[in-house]
């Protein structure tokens, strides 16, 4: 629910939830990895064991990084803190990347329209009632310690995932209408499900090896982060990582669909943006993903830079916290009462200028938010009609909480009939200045209302976000092509289910209509009415008042073009580079000069061409197979 895109996206705002982390919130804390059992190590290939000679030990010239001990280089710049390395805990953007560079998944998306197409299934057919798939694995995937890829690969994970609470936690939703999972021989994969699912092309959930897998114990305890290279099967190696200072990849010559044109792929972690963008300017990165408006601004005539700026996948939330509660009952945390009353929270959304956020702390690089979805997924783009609007109206604000009985007394403030004023705290991420910005706005408006707001703005949201300890949140996902996943967050069955758990859920929201409907557009293949049921979810979250989507904020990213010679944006028309459904951008990308080395770790770059590329053909000319897909596009899963 969370990822490096202003806030999952999972999934980047985008709250990270451990262990089914919210990709909500953007650049959360540092999670510490605690690891139970650590598998053997596999017997690497030679050129796994070559990489890890490259970079064990040493330090490159910032003192951060080991050294590239390559040509080509390229140096992303990233904000968030990766949760977990492992699949099956990972929630946040940065996590999710890094897994869509490591592992295959059955299906990816064209990089031009997001379509489902083969990943490491090259083909799927389903039974004449939709009850089981039939999945036809490649032959030509390999894992990076030389042995094939299998369908008794992808059982296994979808089969630990069905029999152990830990190993759904990232990606549970996606299993849970599982029946039976099965691979009658190395090339056939049948997934038998208890009802309908129409996702079944949009499964993103990331096949791992078997044979370094079962090895593992407690699946809620390791984060894969102990021994390198990590075996996969993308088009990246994963060869190194040290928290919050990078994460190293090299291109993974055998991948099926061709090696990667860098020599080496780095995600560097920078906590300031200002800093990421110096260092973006000094050539010490090649690329930065979630500009302000001020710094795309300023790097707009910069030599040697070019500034993308898109239609986004995300959105931008004002969430409250609707009484935190577990499956059980059981209730928990420190929200304010006051916001269990609709009359409330729709007079605090009243007061809320969206029109204002979009022009005063986007600079007009977003668009006004309405509905759940963004309007980037058209089909799925839902807004309310003027009547139901929840309109900028501070009169009507005031009008409503006169009539929830909170009224002003001879200071100013709000107090209720307990005589306790109406104050309340807001999560704020520390690293975005958005939450900064809107947070001082909302003082100045819920203010003049008598309402007390105190924004606390800290480097790890997680924690507080997870025990239910808040009033309000920043909160923000980014929405995948397929909007299952994103919806699935907030159903009753997403929520832990003890107080002492840690659920799927984003803020808690538990609706028995939402359900309702979330269980019909699950099952339902014809797109034009799952669409319309899509819609009504999104009308029932808008009246139930928990959440007020702000705004759907442009991708602005830079990078260098002196040192990207091309890379490819998804979609293909006006589309992003950080955070896409797939591995297009850092697969695609061509260094600009054969040879030329990177300073510190940063890439070399030169004139970008963003849309296009041989890409694109690659992927068209794997063959597309029509099918409905799934995962929007979010940072958040953050």
């Not at 996606?174 to 309908?196: C, G, M, S, Y």
């Not at 819920?446 to 920043?474: I, Q």
């Amino acid at each position: 629910m969370i990822t490096t895109a202003p806030h999952l996206t999972r999934r980047p705002k985008g709250l990270p939830r451990p262990r089914r982390v919210l990709r909500l919130l953007v650049a959360s804390g540092i999670v510490a990895s605690a690891l139970a059992v650590v598998p053997p190590h596999p017997q690497a290939s030679a050129d796994a064991r070559a990489v890890t000679t490259e970079t064990d030990g040493k330090v490159g010239k910032d003192g951060k990084d080991g050294k590239d001990g390559a040509d080509n280089v390229l140096t992303v710049a990233v904000s968030q803190s990766v949760d977990s390395l492992s699949p099956f805990l990972a929630q946040r953007l940065v996590s999710t990347s890094v897994h869509r560079l490591v592992y295959e998944y059955l299906t990816n998306y064209d990089a031009k329209d997001a379509r489902p197409i083969p990943g490491l299934a090259t083909a799927w057919t389903p039974s004449a009632d939709k009850l089981t798939w039939t999945y036809t694995i490649r032959k030509n995937s390999t894992w990076s310690d030389g042995r094939p890829v299998t369908s008794a690969d992808a059982a296994w994970t979808f089969n630990k995932m069905m029999t152990d609470p830990n190993a759904a936690t990232a990606n549970g939703s996606f299993t849970a209408n599982f029946r039976k999972v099965t691979a009658p021989d190395p090339e056939t994969l049948v997934i038998e499900l208890k009802k309908p699912q129409s996702n079944m092309t949009a499964l993103d959930v990331p096949i791992v090896p078997k044979h370094v897998w079962e090895k593992v114990g407690d699946f809620s305890k390791f984060n894969n982060d102990k021994q390198f290279p990590v075996v996969g099967n993308g088009p990246f190696l994963l060869t190194d990582f040290k928290v919050d200072q990078y994460i190293r990849f090299r291109p993974n010559k055998t991948f099926w669909r061709g090696a990667p044109k860098f020599d080496e792929l780095v995600f560097r972690y920078y906590k300031d943006g200002d800093a990421a963008v110096a260092a973006l300017r000094k050539g010490e990165v090649s690329f930065v993903p979630n500009l302000t408006p001020a710094q795309a601004a300023a790097l707009e005539n910069a030599e040697n830079i070019k500034v993308n700026d898109a239609p986004g996948r995300r959105f931008f939330a004002l969430a409250t916290n609707p009484g935190a509660r577990a499956r059980n009952g059981g209730r928990f945390g420190s929200g304010h009462p006051a916001l269990l009353d609709p009359v409330v929270r729709k007079a605090l959304f009243h007061a809320v200028d969206r029109k204002t956020i979009v022009d005063k702390v986007f600079r007009g690089h977003a668009v006004e938010g309405e509905g759940y979805i963004p309007p980037r997924f058209g089909p799925y783009f839902w807004k309310p009609d003027t009547a139901r609007r929840i309109a900028y109206d501070p009169a009507m604000a005031a009008a409503l909480l006169d009539r929830a009985g909170y009224r002003k007394n001879s200071s100013g403030k709000r107090v209720g009939k307990d005589g306790k004023a109406l104050d309340f705290r807001i999560l704020c991420h520390a690293t975005d200045p958005n939450d900064k910005a809107i947070g001082k706005y909302l003082q100045e408006w819920w203010g003049a209302l008598g309402v007390g707001l105190k924004v606390d703005c800290l480097d790890n949201v997680s924690d507080p976000w997870l025990k239910g300890d808040y009033d309000l949140a920043f909160d923000g996902w980014s929405v995948n092509p397929d909007p299952d996943f994103v919806l699935s967050i907030h159903t009753c069955s997403a929520l832990p289910a003890t107080p002492r758990d840690t659920g799927a859920t984003d803020n808690f929201i538990c609706d028995k209509q939402f359900d309702e409907l979330y269980a019909q557009q699950a099952v339902e293949y014809d797109a034009t009415r799952r669409s319309a049921l899509v819609r009504q979810m999104q009308s029932r979250l808008y009246d139930t008042g928990f959440m007020n989507v702000m705004a759907y904020p442009n991708a602005l990213e830079a990078y260098r073009t002196d040192q990207i010679k091309s890379i490819t944006t998804m979609p293909e028309a006006a589309g992003n580079l950080y955070g896409q459904d797939g591995y297009w951008s850092w697969w695609s990308a061509e260094p600009a000069a054969a040879g030329g080395s990177s300073s510190g770790g940063g890439g070399s770059s030169a004139a970008v061409a963003i849309g296009i590329g041989v890409s694109v053909v690659l992927v068209i000319a794997v063959g597309v197979l029509t099918s409905r897909r799934r995962r929007a596009s979010a940072d958040d899963r953050e």
